[in-house]
Antibody
Framework: EVQLVESGGGLVQPGGSLRLSCAASGFTFSSYAMSWVRQAPGKGLEWVSAISGSGGSTYYADSVKGRFTISRDNSKNTLYLQMNSLRAEDTAVYYC???????????????WGQGTLVTVSS | AIQLTQSPSSLSASVGDRVTITCRASQGISSALAWYQQKPGKAPKLLIYDASSLESGVPSRFSGSGSGTDFTLTISSLQPEDFATYYCQQFNNYPLTFGGGTKVEIK
């Protein structure tokens, strides 16, 4: 059974940093690209970042480029999101999501974690 | 970035109704579109991919159509468990983008 479990969310002051983790199980983690998708309270979904299965390719939304860094440790089956220079508008539930297939050319998401809440406030 | 515009943003419907949601892309995306269902407090669930392919386990009352810039999600006979918010997502290129969502409420 595929499982994605996020952790690392919490309250942080504007300008601060936070690292999210997503522990994956139930599939060959290194074969699949992964993404982070966020949802501000009461708002819609916003894709944040993606990383290829090998970790060699990364992609970012313009809203986080230069502030967030996605990475993965395939030996630990874990996905990360390092978030720096956090702003109030980064407040959201952050989901990690698994690509539908292992080709890397169809970045849609068949499994999602339960989400972790990040609140940026003084 | 490709913008996706969903309409309507919300609708009220009764059990048994046929419901259609549209998603318009700001430029052509071929068939690189997916639809998700999200219930309050839950993660999204994949319904449709490649514009019209039904994800395994999803009831056949859900269907998708379209290509290029105009897409639709249709629920042929609305069931109580279908009251939720629906999102389209394009995967033609990065950055990936989602539509603003359509909330389907009980009339």
């Amino acid at each position: 059974e595929v499982q994605l479990v996020e952790s690392g969310g919490g309250l942080v002051q504007p300008g601060g940093s936070l690292r999210l983790s997503c522990a994956a199980s139930g599939f060959t983690f290194s074969s699949y690209a992964m993404s982070w998708v966020r949802q501000a309270p009461g708002k819609g979904l916003e894709w944040v970042s993606a990383i290829s299965g090998s970790g060699g390719s990364t992609y970012y939304a313009d809203s986080v480029k230069g502030r967030f860094t996605i990475s993965r440790d395939n030996s630990k089956n874990t996905l990360y999101l390092q978030m720096n220079s956090l702003r109030a508008e980064d407040t959201a539930v952050y989901y990690c999501a698994k690509d539908y297939d292992s080709s890397g050319y169809q970045p849609i998401f068949d499994y999602w974690g339960q989400g972790t809440l990040v609140t940026v406030s003084s | 970035a490709i913008q996706l515009t969903q309409s309507p943003s919300s609708l009220s419907a009764s059990v048994g109704d046929r419901v259609t949601i549209t998603c318009r892309a700001s430029q052509g995306i071929s068939s690189a579109l997916a639809w998700y269902q999200q219930k309050p407090g839950k993660a999204p669930k994949l319904l449709i991919y490649d514009a019209s392919s039904l994800e395994s386990g999803v009831p056949s009352r859900f269907s998708g159509s379209g290509s290029g810039t105009d897409f639709t999600l249709t629920i042929s006979s609305l069931q109580p468990e279908d009251f939720a918010t629906y999102y389209c997502q394009q995967f033609n290129n990065y950055p990936l983008t989602f539509g603003g969502g359509t909330k389907v409420e009980i009339k």
